[in-house]
Nanobody
Protein backbone atom coordinates (compact mmCIF):
# COMPACT_ATOMS: atom_id res chain seq x y z
CA UNK A 1 0.00 0.00 0.00
CA UNK A 2 1.37 3.37 -1.02
CA UNK A 3 1.02 6.40 1.24
CA UNK A 4 2.04 10.02 0.80
CA UNK A 5 2.63 12.09 3.92
CA UNK A 6 3.08 15.83 3.61
CA UNK A 7 4.58 18.18 6.17
CA UNK A 8 5.80 21.74 6.49
CA UNK A 9 2.66 23.80 6.03
CA UNK A 10 1.72 26.60 8.36
CA UNK A 11 1.11 30.31 8.80
CA UNK A 12 3.64 32.82 7.51
CA UNK A 13 3.69 36.52 6.79
CA UNK A 14 3.86 37.83 3.26
CA UNK A 15 7.45 37.77 2.02
CA UNK A 16 8.31 34.80 4.19
CA UNK A 17 9.29 31.26 3.30
CA UNK A 18 8.06 27.74 3.90
CA UNK A 19 9.38 24.36 2.87
CA UNK A 20 6.94 21.55 2.16
CA UNK A 21 8.01 17.93 2.19
CA UNK A 22 6.29 14.78 0.98
CA UNK A 23 7.44 11.26 1.72
CA UNK A 24 6.14 8.32 -0.27
CA UNK A 25 6.10 4.96 1.49
CA UNK A 26 5.22 1.49 0.32
CA UNK A 27 6.62 -1.30 -1.82
CA UNK A 28 7.68 0.90 -4.71
CA UNK A 29 10.00 0.22 -7.57
CA UNK A 30 9.92 3.70 -9.10
CA UNK A 31 7.94 6.91 -9.43
CA UNK A 32 7.73 8.73 -12.74
CA UNK A 33 6.78 12.28 -11.79
CA UNK A 34 6.16 13.98 -8.47
CA UNK A 35 4.28 17.20 -8.18
CA UNK A 36 2.62 19.73 -5.94
CA UNK A 37 -0.87 21.05 -6.49
CA UNK A 38 -2.84 23.60 -4.51
CA UNK A 39 -6.46 24.35 -3.98
CA UNK A 40 -7.82 27.56 -2.53
CA UNK A 41 -11.38 27.72 -1.13
CA UNK A 42 -13.93 27.72 -3.91
CA UNK A 43 -11.33 27.14 -6.60
CA UNK A 44 -10.11 24.15 -8.57
CA UNK A 45 -6.97 22.25 -7.74
CA UNK A 46 -4.11 23.59 -9.85
CA UNK A 47 -0.60 22.41 -10.60
CA UNK A 48 2.10 24.37 -8.79
CA UNK A 49 5.24 22.48 -9.76
CA UNK A 50 6.28 19.09 -11.07
CA UNK A 51 9.52 17.16 -11.38
CA UNK A 52 10.29 14.01 -13.34
CA UNK A 53 12.55 11.16 -12.31
CA UNK A 54 15.18 12.76 -14.53
CA UNK A 55 14.80 16.06 -12.64
CA UNK A 56 13.06 18.01 -15.39
CA UNK A 57 10.87 20.62 -13.76
CA UNK A 58 7.75 22.55 -14.63
CA UNK A 59 6.24 25.49 -12.73
CA UNK A 60 3.04 27.46 -12.81
CA UNK A 61 3.71 30.96 -14.09
CA UNK A 62 2.50 32.43 -10.80
CA UNK A 63 5.30 30.76 -8.80
CA UNK A 64 8.23 30.88 -11.22
CA UNK A 65 11.26 32.43 -9.61
CA UNK A 66 9.81 32.02 -6.11
CA UNK A 67 9.24 28.28 -5.68
CA UNK A 68 11.69 25.44 -6.22
CA UNK A 69 10.77 21.77 -6.45
CA UNK A 70 13.28 19.02 -5.74
CA UNK A 71 13.22 15.29 -5.19
CA UNK A 72 15.30 12.46 -3.80
CA UNK A 73 14.68 9.37 -5.89
CA UNK A 74 16.44 7.09 -3.43
CA UNK A 75 14.23 8.23 -0.55
CA UNK A 76 11.06 8.78 -2.60
CA UNK A 77 10.65 12.28 -1.29
CA UNK A 78 9.77 15.58 -2.93
CA UNK A 79 10.13 19.06 -1.48
CA UNK A 80 8.78 22.47 -2.41
CA UNK A 81 10.76 25.47 -1.24
CA UNK A 82 8.49 28.48 -1.26
CA UNK A 83 10.04 31.94 -0.98
CA UNK A 84 8.61 35.44 -1.23
CA UNK A 85 5.20 34.11 -0.31
CA UNK A 86 2.13 36.16 -1.15
CA UNK A 87 -1.37 36.08 0.34
CA UNK A 88 -2.60 34.60 -2.95
CA UNK A 89 -0.43 31.55 -2.29
CA UNK A 90 -2.79 30.63 0.54
CA UNK A 91 -4.25 27.20 -0.17
CA UNK A 92 -4.17 23.55 0.73
CA UNK A 93 -1.12 22.04 -0.94
CA UNK A 94 -1.26 18.46 -2.15
CA UNK A 95 1.57 16.15 -3.11
CA UNK A 96 1.04 13.76 -6.02
CA UNK A 97 3.07 10.77 -7.13
CA UNK A 98 2.44 9.80 -10.74
CA UNK A 99 3.25 6.65 -12.64
CA UNK A 100 4.08 4.64 -9.54
CA UNK A 101 5.41 1.17 -10.27
CA UNK A 102 5.20 -1.39 -7.49
CA UNK A 103 8.15 -3.53 -6.60
CA UNK A 104 8.22 -6.47 -9.02
CA UNK A 105 6.69 -4.42 -11.81
CA UNK A 106 7.12 -5.79 -15.32
CA UNK A 107 6.01 -4.45 -18.66
CA UNK A 108 2.25 -4.61 -19.06
CA UNK A 109 1.47 -4.14 -15.39
CA UNK A 110 -0.36 -0.96 -14.40
CA UNK A 111 1.09 2.20 -12.97
CA UNK A 112 -0.85 4.26 -10.46
CA UNK A 113 -1.17 7.83 -9.26
CA UNK A 114 -1.47 8.71 -5.58
CA UNK A 115 -2.33 11.86 -3.64
CA UNK A 116 -1.36 13.06 -0.21
CA UNK A 117 -3.85 14.33 2.32
CA UNK A 118 -2.90 17.97 1.89
CA UNK A 119 -1.24 20.56 4.09
CA UNK A 120 -2.53 24.06 4.75
CA UNK A 121 -0.41 27.06 3.80
CA UNK A 122 -1.67 30.43 4.96
CA UNK A 123 0.09 33.66 4.05
CA UNK A 124 -1.00 36.75 5.94
CA UNK A 125 -0.70 40.25 4.52
Amino acid sequence: QVQLVESGGGLVQAGGSLRLSCAVSGTIRSINAMSWYRQAPGKQRDLVAAITSGSSTNYADSVKGRFTISRDNAKNTVCLQMNSLKPEDTAVYYCKAEGVRARGWIRGMPEYDYWGQGTQVTVSS
